[in-house]
Structures are given as structure tokens and as C-alpha cells.
């Protein structure tokens, strides 16, 4: 379950809490399970994934994707997947650990692990988000958000796409609020 800190020290895991603060910021959220992770539970243990491994998952998750494609538009999607021996993994973290925005819509499901997302408010203010195992979060154009890992290092989740080039990040900047680094 999610796990939203505010730019006050406020942690909070509760579901209504979180998707009321996210929803401020036009993103939707939803904890939800489809029960296809029971299917493949010893496959999203492993750190890499074969191809038919990865296909055999995406396939699972095809009537999910069929919902979500006549709800949104998606035209494609992937499995995303994060271990600490992950090829380009600095890259990754370099180039989508900084403020940026899309200019399509960010949908992710997790599957297993986690990763955390920064969001900057309207007035100025950052909030993170822990998503873990069957969250399903849409962030839409143009919301100022970063991503990483978390220190586990450990991620699978299906990314959803409406356009052909998938997510490209525009750079904006912002720095992570000192608030949010600071220990309690």
C-alpha cells in the first residue's frame, strides 16, 4: 500500500487521505488488483526476467490493458523492470530523478517492489509517494513529478503509453525541497 510525506513531515498510508491530496493535482490513483500477480508470483521475485517471461506477464495483464486502452487510448505498453545488476540503471535513475513533465499522460501499475514519485503542488510545496504492489497510478500532461527507485533498488510495473515514443521528459528545474531531506 502507498505511502504519501507531505512537504510538512506528515506521513500518512491512508487510501482516502492519499487519493484526496492527489487528486488536487489532477492524478489518479487507485489500489487495485486484477489477481493475476498470484500467477506469477516466483517470476516477479527473479531479478531479470527472460523475454518470454516479461511476454507471459504483459499477457496476463492484457484484458487489464484492454480496459485501459478503451478508457484512455493506450497504445502500447511495457514491463518495467528494476534490480540493483539492471543494465543503465544510473542512467535511469539520472534521467528520470529530476523535476520534469510529459506532454502524454504517465499511467503505471506496480507489480511488485516499489518506487517513489515527487510532486510539486500548485503552491509551490513537494509531496513524495511511495507506490508499491498493486497501486495503479495516471499522472497527466504536464504535472512537475521525478521518480527513483527506492533504496531497495527493486521495481517491476507495467507502463502505459498513448504515444509511440513513450514518456520524454522536459526538464523544469525545480530543485527537491530541503524539507523533504531533512530527518524527523
Not at 23 to 40: A, E, R, V
Not at 50 to 79: A, C, M, P
Not at 142 to 155: D, I, M, N, R, T
Request: glycine share 8%; hydrophobic share 35%.
Amino acid at each position: 500500500m502507498a505511502t504519501l510525506l507531505l512537504n510538512d513531515g506528515t506521513i500518512t498510508t491512508d487510501l482516502g487521505e492519499i487519493v484526496r491530496e492527489l487528486d488536487t493535482l489532477g492524478i489518479y490513483f487507485k489500489h487495485y488488483d486484477p489477481g493475476t500477480s498470484l500467477l506469477f508470483t516466483d517470476i516477479l521475485e527473479q531479478d531479470i526476467l527472460t523475454d518470454s517471461e516479461k511476454r507471459y506477464i504483459l499477457e496476463l495483464h492484457n484484458s487489464v490493458f484492454e480496459f485501459l486502452q478503451q478508457e484512455n487510448g493506450y497504445l502500447w505498453y511495457d514491463l518495467l523492470s528494476i534490480h540493483p545488476g539492471s543494465p543503465n540503471l544510473h542512467t535511469a535513475i539520472a534521467t528520470y530523478s529530476r523535476y520534469h513533465t510529459h506532454t502524454a499522460a504517465e499511467p503505471l501499475y506496480v507489480l511488485a517492489g516499489e518506487i517513489i514519485f515527487g510532486f510539486v503542488r500548485a503552491d509551490g510545496t513537494q509531496i513524495q509517494l511511495l507506490v508499491q504492489a498493486q497501486d495503479y497510478l495516471l499522472i497527466p500532461p504536464g504535472v512537475e513529478h521525478w521518480c527513483s527507485p527506492s533504496a531497495s533498488l527493486y521495481f517491476k510495473g507495467v507502463r502505459y503509453f498513448t504515444t509511440a515514443e513513450g514518456w520524454l521528459p522536459t526538464y523544469t528545474g525545480t530543485q527537491l525541497s530541503d524539507s523533504l531531506n531533512k530527518p524527523r
